[in-house]
Nanobody
Framework: QVQLVESGGGWVQAGGSLRLSCAAS????????MGWYRQAPGKQRELVAT????????????NYADSVKGRFTISRDNAKNTMYLQMNSLKPEDTAVYYC??????????WGQGTQVTVSS
């Protein structure tokens, strides 16, 4: 069974940066696609970015929501069992709880508990 733990959330002013981490309890070599999602109050959870497994230290292909393209960067270090989300030029509309997700198999997905990101104007 895989467990995910997010960290790195917090409060930041608009234009600032934060780096989120998602630590897995098992090797990322056992996990296929991973991703970051977010949910703002009163809204549905939405995709932020995804990344495929890739090679020994780097993830593979990436995909981003249009709203974060050019500002956020997703990466994963399979050797360290950790996925990251570097968030730059943050905007108040980025305020949400951010969740990481791991697709272990086509029938087995795991979610983290979430980390709050608050961006003030």
């Amino acid at each position: 069974q895989v467990q995910l733990v997010e960290s790195g959330g917090g409060w930041v002013q608009a234009g600032g940066s934060l780096r989120l981490s998602c630590a897995a309890s098992k090797s990322l070599f056992t996990i296929n696609d991973m991703g970051w999602y977010r949910q703002a109050p009163g809204k549905q959870r939405e995709l932020v970015a995804t990344i495929t497994r890739g090679d020994i230290t780097r993830g593979g292909s990436t995909n981003y929501a249009d709203s974060v393209k050019g500002r956020f960067t997703i990466s994963r270090d399979n050797a360290k069992n950790t996925m990251y989300l570097q968030m730059n030029s943050l905007k108040p509309e980025d305020t949400a709880v951010y969740y990481c997700k791991a697709v272990v198999t086509t029938r087995y997905e795991v979610w983290g508990q979430g980390t709050q990101v608050t961006v003030s104007s």
